[in-house]
C-alpha cells in the first residue's frame, strides 16, 4: 500500500532530522536537558511506529524513490544555526505529512504526530537561542529618508556593498509600508547578491515579510522578547545610549547592541545625549562576548577610538551617505577599522 510507503519516509525523515538536533544539543551545546528531550521526542515517534496495524517497512523502496536525489540546497550548510533550522524543519513537515496520511488509518497517529510536532516547535526555539547568530558587523550602514529619495540612491549602495559593507539597514522613518516592502525587498536582492546581512529597523512586521536577516529594535520599539518569539533565528539588535540600557539589553538576550551616539551627531533629531567611547570600554570589560557596534558621529577620524575602546564595529550614516564618494568612504572606513584592531 503506497500510504505505508508514505508513513515510513515520514518516519525515518523525522527521527532524522531530530537526531541530529540531539547532537546539536548533546555535542554542539553540551545541554544535556535539551539532549534528553530530543531522545525522548525521538523514542516517541519509534512508538508511533509501534502502534500501527501493518509494519510501513514490508513496503519500502529506496531504489526506485524519486525523491532521493540532494538539491543544491541540500550540499551545504554556513552554519549551526543553518543545521539545527534546516533539519527542525524537515523534522516537522514529516510529522505534518503523518497528521494527514494518518488520519486514513488512525486518529492516534494523528494526535501524536500533532504533539510531537508542537513539542519540537518549542525545543526548536530553545536550541537557537543558544546559538548565537553568525554576522559580521565591522562595518554596518544605515539608509535614512534624506539619502533614500536621492535619485543616485541605488547606484551609491550597490557600489557601497561591492567595497566592504558588511552588514547593512533598511531604516526608513517617513514612508508607508507598501513602500517600505518595494525599497526592502530590492535593498535585500543587492544585500544577497554581494553576501551582506540585511537587517530592517523597527518593524518586525515588515522584517517578516521580507524574510530579513535581522531586526534593529530602538528602546522604545516592541519588546526583545516578544520579537524573538515571533522572529525565531533570526538576528535582533537593540539600541542603547548608556551603560544601564546596554547591560539591560545584553541581559535581556540582544544579538548585539548599537550603542550611542557615541559623539554628538546631527543624522538624527532626537538623540539622546553623547555617551561616549568610555561606556563601551566598561560594556566590553563586563561583557567580552556580546557584540557591541558604536553609533554616532563616528567618522574615519574617530574610528580608532572606538575601536580600541573595545566595539566589534561601528554603525555609519552620513559618513558613507554624505561622502563625495560613498564608495570611497566604505573602503576607507573598512580599512581603517583593520588598522585600528591590529
Known sequence: ??????????????????????????????NRKLFEEFKHLRHFIKEIEKS?????????????????ELSSEEMARNNLREVVLANAKRAQ???????????????????????????????EKEVLTLIKPSVDLTLYVLTDDAYLN?????????????????????????????????????LKELCAKYGVSFFVNDRLDLGLALNADGVH?????????????HFPGKIIGLSATNYE??????KAGADYLGLGPIFPTSTKEDAAPPCGVEVIQKLKEEFPNSPVIAIGGIDREKVFEVIRA?????????????????????????ETIIRARE
Request: proline letters at 2%; charged letters at 30%.
Open 1 to 30: 500500500m503506497e500510504i505505508y510507503r508514505i508513513i515510513d519516509v515520514n518516519l525515518n525523515r523525522a527521527r532524522e532530522g531530530i537526531r541530529v538536533l540531539e547532537e546539536v544539543a548533546r555535542f554542539g551545546l553540551a
Open 52 to 68: 500501527l496495524a501493518g509494519n510501513p517497512l514490508w513496503y519500502r523502496d529506496a531504489q526506485n524513490d524519486p525523491g532521493q
Open 93 to 123: 513537515e514529516s510529522l505534518r505529512v503523518l497528521e494527514e496520511f494518518g488520519k486514513l488509518l488512525d486518529a492516534a497517529i494523528v494526535l501524536n504526530a500533532k504533539k510531537a510536532r508542537f513539542l519540537l516547535y518549542e525545543l
Open 150 to 186: 536621492e535619485e543616485k540612491f541605488w547606484r551609491v549602495v550597490e557600489d557601497c556593498l561591492k567595497n566592504g559593507v558588511t552588514a547593512f539597514q533598511y531604516r526608513a522613518k517617513g514612508k508607508k509600508g507598501a513602500e517600505m516592502y518595494r525599497e526592502g525587498l530590492r
Open 217 to 229: 529594535l530602538g528602546q522604545e520599539d516592541l519588546l526583545l522578547e516578544v520579537a524573538r518569539k
Open 245 to 250: 540600557e546596554g547591560v539591560l539589553g545584553i
Open 310 to 334: 573595545g566595539a566589534d564595529g561601528i554603525a555609519v550614516i552620513s559618513a558613507v551617505f554624505g561622502a563625495e564618494s560613498p564608495a570611497r568612504a566604505v573602503y576607507e572606513l573598512r
